[in-house]
């Protein structure tokens, strides 16, 4: 692979840079779960299509930038060293929902759904996980019965991430119960203020309640979102899941590079128990070079996932070992920290205090989007060729 750019490429950095440096929100995105960090990032999307920059995968006959992936690579690069806005909310819609759409949806799918996403006016959510149905994607139970021309939808979802906050949610349900497994299942768009659904937030440790249990009581939604065919979902969420492994974290694998750079901003003032800063003891200095070079290998990896994209248009089981490789390392850099802040500076208020959070998210990184269990399981079977 070739890791220079062209003029062209560098062109497009340069007005990454100034347009951020021009635009950037004069203050930080609220870091709770709530309708202000909502209203933040609704905001911010709004800003981005304003200049152009919404759904920079997006084609551009879909609103988007439309940039290749190394493009892609290039605004994500600027846009994590400018330290602009994390995805919060917005990250369903644009890195799940949209895509798929574009993917698998009809013209009159893609002509309601995808402009509201890119101008900032709607925040979705993702229905696959229940109660029995995680890494076992295909034992969903959550059912969907025809009924004229509305699908009647009954049964619950797990580990909904800002489900209360969403307007739309991709829904995966059983339309075929004769079918087994992968057989019978939709790829189905709900609104969330349907009659008939109940929404319970999930406190998490890392002092969170963005996770939460949709309940469904035969709650009614038109045929009409169905998205790519009746029985045919199970294509759909593995293509989606595609896109979960492979580019849709990659803003969040090349801000650790910045991320590494603070933890080791933080080791040069807090001092240890030796009496000086952790950057001048021995264990702790080798400790975060490590860091920065698995950081660096992190990056090498996305290249190399993006090199693959642009030759086969999908990451692959290479995807998996992305995956897992930094869900792995930002553990590392969690731990790393805590370590350096000791027990006696260390803010348990786990809202407040960065590095603990830090810690406590990462544990939850290495189960969303497919645990690292399974990650391996692909790695081992797809790459290594081990058996099953
Ligand atoms: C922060 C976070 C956000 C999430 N957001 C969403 C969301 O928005 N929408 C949504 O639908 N879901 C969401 N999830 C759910 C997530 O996709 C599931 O938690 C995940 O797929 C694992 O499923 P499970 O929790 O049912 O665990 P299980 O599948 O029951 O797994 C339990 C344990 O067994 C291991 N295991 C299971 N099968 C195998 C196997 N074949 N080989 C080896 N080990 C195995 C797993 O690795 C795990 O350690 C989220 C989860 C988290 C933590």
Redesign the pocket.
Known sequence: MDLTFTPEQELLRQEVRTWLEQNLPPVARPSSTSDEAKAFDLEWQQTLYRGGWAGISWPVEYGGRGLDTLEQLIFLQEYASAGAPDEGFRF?GLNLGGPTIIAYGNEQQKAQYLPPILRGETIW?????????????AAIRTRGVVDGDELVISGQ???????RFADYQQVLVRTDAEQLRHRGISWVICKMDSPGITIRPIG?MAGGDD?HEVFYDEVRVPLANIVGGINNGWKIAMGQLGFERGTAFMTLQIELTRVVEDLIEMAKTTTVDSGGFAIEDDEYARALGKLRVEARALQAMTLMAVSRIERSGSPGAEGSMLKLYYSDLIKRVGSTAVKILGMSRLNMSVKSGRWPHWLL?S????????????Q??IIGERLLGLPR
């Open positions: 369903n959510c993702q229905g696959f996980s229940e109660p029995g149905a995680g890494s076992d994607l979802k797990i580990w909904t991430s800002y489900a998490d996770l998210w544990f939850g990184v290495a189960l969303g989007g497919g645990t690292s269990e399974i391996r399981n």
